[in-house]
């Protein structure tokens, strides 16, 4: 579908000016420089020629067969011009300028406008308001945007909405020394997709690494399906901007308040399989990494190195992510005690000492790649003035090639006096990076994402002894009677009907009945105001606590009712559950993908850790294994210093149990079962609510 877009034959460029520094220029000026294998058709009503090329009054006078039109126009005269290029039968017309929906109502309606017109002629429209795309394929040579990074042919892909962003990815991609190939800024997007590019690149076979920049997802159930379909057959590497906001949000003390889209977008890339960034710089030295290098087994790294310190840094980080230095085997150590020098250490990492030669380095190189302990060999090389480095690098590019294991390299050296070394390892294809962390992250980058490659989420497990009409029926009845909460009897009965186990409990609607409903749960009890207007009962006086005899609750009760003016005051009588651990489950509905379940420490830790995480419904058992071992506080769960642990079991029971009720009956919109206390034994929920 995008083909012509990407591949264009010709490119005519509407607005083209002979001022040097403007677009109508640039992008004329980019497609010669970039040595464009098709006619180039400047239109402009007043020039003969721009940039030397011949020019065209207007489109209807250029030859036909266009395929992409660049628009470097004012907004208002946009429409027309998509009208003319439909008539002209071009396919594909890249908006560069703005003046659309980004400024508001005036410039939507001119979108909406030109958009119909161009779907009538079947025309494509990438933008508006962007810089374009390119491709570096070099029977292509496609340079239609107005930035300045000419890249070298390579396999890695950038997409992104954002030109600023993926302009500067490009930069950093170039600056390594890195080729890219195809690159698309599409702005406003309001045609052309990000999705629908991705699923392009994942099918163009040139590219075999996606890099993509968002920060926020318009059309998340779109997404989700293309971002599976996508990452099965390539890696997509993604950064999701806006971190800070997440911690903010995380403040809040109900789920509505802790969840919001951003980590739904988090919880996509890892429901989809791609891995995802936080750091443009690591995001752009780990795609190096894909672009040349094959995906690792697991994570256990071999390390050689000239000189000590960095291997140090770079451990440190391998070991922060989960990574592992096994031993060299015992036929590594004996071949490398005979082939380096006696005062190198032959241990992991291995040191082969600042004078060593191309031989111990290819000897290293060769036993880590055979040894089966590892998955991956990881080089430190300093270049001292005093060995053939030249010759070191040949040994790296010749192990290289023959693809046993990813090698990912730290070179460090001077570019300008080793030019011939740094070329070397360039041309043999080695990712090599400056600095030992930046090198070390973009290894662990591979090894993250042969953990997303081998992780298997199964299928979730649908529980048979629920009650599902029981449950809808309450649901809808509140519903209809125009309710946005349910009320205390009706979450309890609908928790029930899940087998989610909630405190023993009586709804009374007077003190006295209270205090009679206290005798038969047994005390001692909590009493606790039940009303659609009361949110927060503690925060209003609605929450009495250990009550011990009948007196204490119609006290309790009575004093709620003095202090809480509601026409609809009921009081929940409920089983005094205290000494187990708070914790935290919730539900939320996001557009498009379902719900959000989330689970954390509760009570003062939601204020204060903020200690919770999330998971896309439906939650498979092994996601709620993951959910409960992804908190920070998870020590607590299996109990620290002579505490006793809680039963995980039943928490990743009701999770699951949570999952398929709110999958069953979307119509939840919020559900938060906090504190949720769990025992050794057993975990009882003692506060619910569920919004519609
Ligand atoms: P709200 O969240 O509306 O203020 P809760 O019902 O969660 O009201 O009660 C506030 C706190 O009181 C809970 O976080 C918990 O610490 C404690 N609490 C409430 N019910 C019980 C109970 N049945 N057993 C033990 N502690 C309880
Ligand atoms: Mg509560």
Redesign the pocket.
């Known amino acids: 579908m995008l083909d012509s877009l990407f591949n264009p034959k010709s490119v005519a460029i509407i607005g083209a000016s002979t001022k040097d520094l403007s677009i109508g220029n640039r992008v004329i000026k980019n497609l010669v420089d970039f040595d464009f294998k098709g006619p180039v058709y400047p239109i402009n009503p007043k020039a003969d020629e721009v940039r030397g090329i011949k020019a065209y009054k207007s489109i209807m006078d250029c030859p036909d067969g266009i395929d992409v039109v660049h628009m470097v126009i004012p907004a208002k005269f946009v429409p027309q011009a998509v009208d003319d290029c439909g008539k002209k039968g071009v396919k594909n017309i890249i908006i560069n300028s703005g003046g659309f929906s980004e400024i508001g109502p005036e410039g939507e309606a001119i979108e909406k406008d030109f958009l119909e017109r161009a779907k009538k002629y079947g025309i494509r429209m990438f933008g508006p308001n962007c810089q374009g795309i390119i491709n570096s394929d070099p029977d292509i040579r496609a340079y239609c945007n107005f930035t300045f990074t000419k890249p070298e042919p390579g396999a890695i892909s950038i997409v992104a909405l954002s030109g600023g962003v993926a302009e500067v990815i490009h930069q950093g991609f170039a600056q390594m020394g890195v080729g890219t190939r195809i690159y698309a800024s599409n702005g406003n997007a309001c045609d052309i997709t990000i999705p629908e590019i991705i699923r392009y690149l994942g099918d163009d076979e040139g590219t075999r690494v996606i890099v993509t920049y968002v920060e926020g997802l318009r059309d998340p159930e779109t997404f989700m399906q293309v971002a599976k379909e996508v990452a099965a057959k390539k890696p997509v590497l993604a950064m999701k901007a806006g971190r800070t906001k997440e911690g903010a949000k995380a403040a809040a003390s109900h789920t509505g308040g802790l969840a919001k889209e951003d980590i739904a977008t988090d919880l996509i890339f890892k429901k989809a399989g791609i891995l995802m960034f936080h750091d443009e710089g690591e995001l752009i030295q780990a795609a190096a990494a894909f672009a040349s290098q094959s995906i690792p087994k697991g994570g256990r790294i071999g390390i050689i190195t000239n000189t000590g310190g960095p291997a140090v840094i770079a451990t440190d980080i391998f070991v922060g992510a989960g990574c592992t230095l096994p031993p060299l085997s015992d036929k590594t150590k004996t071949f490398l005690k005979e082939k380096l020098y006696p005062e190198a250490s032959i241990n992991n990492p291995v040191d082969v000492l600042a004078t060593a030669n191309a031989g111990h380095y290819r000897a290293c190189l060769d036993a880590m790649m055979d040894d089966d302990s590892f998955d991956c060999v990881f080089v430190n090389f300093v270049t001292p003035f005093f060995v053939d480095t030249d010759s070191i690098a040949k040994e790296i590019v010749e192990v290289n090639a023959q693809g046993k294991k990813p090698i990912v390299c730290n070179l460090m050296t001077d570019p300008n006096e080793w030019t011939e070394t740094v070329r070397i390892l360039r041309e043999g294809n080695v990712p090599f990076f400056p600095l030992p962390s930046e090198a070390a992250r973009a290894m662990t980058g591979l090894v993250r994402y042969s953990r997303v490659v081998s992780r298997d989420i199964g299928e979730p497990k649908q529980f048979t002894d629920v009650d599902k009409t029981k449950a809808l029926g309450i649901i809808e009845n509140a519903k209809s009677a125009g309710k946005e909460f349910l009320s205390a009897e009706d979450v309890y009965d609908v928790l029930a009907a899940y087998q989610i186990p909630v405190?023993a409990w009586k709804i009374t609607a007077s003190a006295d009945e209270a205090a009679k409903a206290a005798e038969e749960i047994g005390f001692p009890?909590?009493v606790?105001a039940d009303a659609e207007s009361?949110?927060?009962?503690?925060?209003m006086g609605?929450?009495a606590?250990?009550l011990e005899d009948a007196d204490a609750v119609k006290s309790a009760a009575e004093t709620m009712g003095r202090k809480i003016d509601a026409a609809d005051l009921k009081f929940l009588v409920?089983?005094?559950?205290?000494g187990?651990l708070?914790i935290i489950l919730g539900a939320k509905a996001e557009e498009g993908l379902g719900h959000m379940i989330m689970f954390g420490l509760?009570?003062i830790y939601v204020e204060i850790m903020k200690d919770v995480v999330f998971n896309l419904t439906p939650v498979t058992p092994f996601e709620a294994e993951e959910m409960l071992s992804s908190i920070k506080g998870k020590e607590l769960l299996d109990g620290v210093r002579g505490q006793k642990g809680v039963d995980k079991a039943s928490i990743m029971d009701s999770i699951k149990r949570l999952s398929q009720l709110v999958s069953d009956i979307p119509m939840i919109q919020e559900m938060d079962l906090?504190?949720v206390?769990a025992f050794e034994d057993k975990i009882?929920i003692?506060?619910a609510?569920i919004g519609l």
């Open positions: 405190a009890v909590v606790k009361v949110v927060h009962k503690s925060d609605g929450v606590i250990n409920q089983k005094f559950m205290p187990g708070e509760g009570g906090n504190p206390m009882v003692v506060d609510r």
